[in-house]
């Protein structure tokens, strides 16, 4: 481990997607880095007025509230990211459903079982892919790309610190979403544990990751706010999954599907990833 003195310490944050990113880097660079707080603003407010459910500017919000009426032809974002979306679905065996945005929201306001929509995706949403359209097929379908949306935030302000060649960065979205690049300043990995747990057992190393972590509860600890989308019942059990990845995307739809599915399927969907370490507990 090489000691740095004299380190030029940067952090930059930035409140967007109902959440707060924090960026730290270190280095001589600090012109760079201000291009990279510059595009990452940009970015996520860009994603911001595309995927917000709640934003009645945002492109998202009109498709969830023109789906059911009439065919909707969202713009290649929006569009491309559904498609992720349900190709994530057939990847987790369906414990990863960005189409259940009203059943998940239910859940949040304590009504579980009070949004009822078929358990069929296909009887749910209808996605031409020749003409690039969406519709859905009942009253109840809601695009929810909140479990997706800051992986693919991270993901792309990652390639631009490697365009940019930045050597050494944390990124923390929400404080559990994370994108590393190079080391801590005073080691030879950026550290990672879980709030309380001390065992240097689960002590992640990362250095050019993604890492993402879930948890059955709310902040409160009162809320189920993962839901089993087979049954559409929340995730009772307390339960934490942390997942470590090269893709951000990835390790944000595993650490949820980690929690929403049982155990006995982990394997099974863990083999259709490209993953470096995860733990459930």
């Given at each position: ?23 730290v ?46 065919t ?13 979306g349900?190709e ?18 239910a ?11 078929d ?37 792309e302000?990652?390639k631009?610190?490697?365009e ?9 979205f ?24 001390l ?41 934490s ?41």
């Amino acid at each position: 481990m090489q000691l740095i003195r004299n380190i030029n310490l940067y952090h930059h944050s930035i409140v967007a997607m109902n959440s707060q990113l924090d960026m730290v880097f270190w280095g001589d660079n600090q012109l760079v880095y201000n291009r990279v707080y510059n595009y990452a603003l940009e970015t996520l407010q860009k994603y911001e007025l595309l995927m917000s459910r709640y934003n009645k500017e945002s492109e998202l919000y009109h498709l969830n509230k023109n789906g059911y009426v009439s065919t909707v032809f969202p713009g290649e974002i929006v569009y491309n990211t559904l498609e992720m979306g349900i190709e994530y679905h057939r990847l987790t065996q369906g414990y990863f459903d960005v189409t259940l945005g009203n059943v998940y929201q239910a859940n949040k306001n304590g009504q579980p079982n009070r949004v009822n929509v078929d358990r069929d995706l296909t009887k749910r949403i209808e996605i031409d892919t020749m003409n690039r359209s969406v519709r859905f097929l009942q009253k109840n379908v809601s695009i929810d790309l909140g479990g997706i949306g800051k992986g693919i935030a991270l993901n792309e302000i990652g390639k631009m610190i490697d365009e940019l060649s930045l050597k050494n960065c944390f990124l923390s979205f929400g404080g559990s979403s994370v994108l590393t690049r190079g080391r801590h300043p005073h080691g030879d990995f950026w550290p990672f544990g879980l709030s309380g747990i001390l065992d240097s057992a689960y002590l992640w190393e990362l250095q050019n990751h993604s890492l993402s972590v879930s948890s059955s509860k709310s902040s409160d600890k009162k809320i189920a706010h993962i839901v089993n989308p087979h049954t559409y019942h929340p995730i009772q059990i307390d339960k934490s999954a942390v997942v470590q990845c090269n893709n951000a995307i990835d390790a944000e739809v595993l650490s949820t599907t980690l929690i929403a599915s049982p155990a006995h399927l982990h394997a099974d969907i863990l083999q259709n990833f490209n993953i470096e370490k995860y733990l459930v507990i």
